[in-house]
């Protein structure tokens, strides 16, 4: 929970940009942040969104860490190349975004790294905000090594088929069967993408399958509502989600 | 991407960015999360050439009234331009 560290306890983190082999076999950029002891503990693979491997990724990373727990996010833009995060973004826009299949190695292999650690527990959950949080349901549908997911207001869940593209030509929600593991999905209610009304399909979906699944959803909170760098942020809506991220982590990664 | 909204098209000219000026070579046109500007989405223009790396771009974020103008400007100043005969 927010703020329930001990005066007295020694909480610290290692965090670093690293590399390692994602899909593909390419040595792509990963930012690692791990509490410093070896003490066993479940792993995070955290999924940036659309706008880019960046310092709220980072920080968002980091917190987790201190949270207790073994943390990566892939840089999934690493193969256009570098410079600033609106740059580099800017450049996989125009092409369309990067490939569903390309993000579920990268993630496949993400987990891989986090259970290569000494401090691996074998749990690893996936996660993400924006098109991550799209990410994490498309990788915890087909990467089922993966103990949970959530889903932080991920858009186009649901695709029409004239929006399916060659970069993403499944509709996440098809995936519904053969999504395992539980999921916990957080949404604002004033969000355009995904709207309420999405949130609902996807909602009756997941319990005409019998999924294991909590939604909730926040009033006066729109997307991105976690976005403490922009004029998004909710700071209520903000940290009571905040505590169900947390309390999902610890019942669904405990050792 | 979020909206999936972008499209690319070759241009010729050149941009001023963060070393001075260099040539263009491809424009993206597109609606997505803005990256500075207020609005939570926008109008993004890149102007870029790739060739010279990453940040070899001239980027600006708008909201859509604005770009409405701008295109009505764009639309005025070319009409105008082909008119002219110069």
């Known amino acids: ?255 | 991407m979020c909206t999936n909204i972008a499209s690319t098209t070759a241009v010729s000219g050149s941009g001023k960015g963060v070393n001075g000026w260099f040539p263009l070579t491809q424009a993206t046109v597109g609606y997505d999360h803005a990256s500075h500007c207020e609005e939570e989405h926008a109008l993004l223009l890149d102007f870029v050439n790739y060739d010279l790396g990453t940040g070899a771009r001239v980027a600006v974020e708008l909201d859509l009234p604005s770009a409405r103008s701008l295109l009505v400007s764009l639309t005025t100043a070319i009409e105008l331009a082909e008119a002219s005969g110069v």
């Open chain 1, 1 to 255: 929970m927010w703020n329930s560290f001990l005066t007295d306890s020694h909480v610290s983190v290692r965090a670093e940009i690293t590399t390692y082999k994602g899909g593909n076999g390419d040595e792509i950029h990963a930012y690692v942040a791990t509490p410093i002891d070896d003490a066993p503990r479940g792993g995070i693979v955290l999924i940036h969104h659309m706008p880019g491997w960046d310092e709220f990724y980072m920080e968002f990373a980091e917190r987790l860490a201190r949270h207790g727990y073994n943390v990566i996010a892939p840089d999934l833009y690493c193969r256009v190349g570098h410079g600033t995060s609106d740059d580099v973004t800017a450049k996989v826009r125009a092409q369309g975004g990067v490939p569903d299949d390309q993000v579920v190695a990268d993630c496949r292999a993400a987990r891989e790294y986090l259970n290569a650690l000494p401090s691996a527990n074998g749990k690893t959950a996936v996660m993400g905000t924006c098109s991550g949080g799209r990410h994490a349901l498309l990788v915890a549908s087909l990467v089922p090594e993966f103990t949970a997911v959530i889903d932080l207001w991920g858009g186009n869940v649901i695709m029409a088929e004239d929006q399916l593209t060659p970069q993403r030509p499944v509709p996440v929600i098809n995936y519904t069967e053969q999504l395992t593991v539980p999921l916990l999905g957080i949404f604002g209610n004033d969000d355009k993408s995904p709207t309420p009304e999405q949130v609902n399909t996807h909602e009756a979906k997941l319990k005409e399958l019998g999924k294991r699944y909590t939604f909730y959803r926040y009033d006066g909170a729109g997307h991105g509502f976690f976005y403490y760098q922009n004029q998004m942020y909710r700071q209520e809506q903000a940290m009571d989600a905040w505590e169900k991220v947390f309390a999902f982590l610890a019942d669904e990664l405990a050792n």
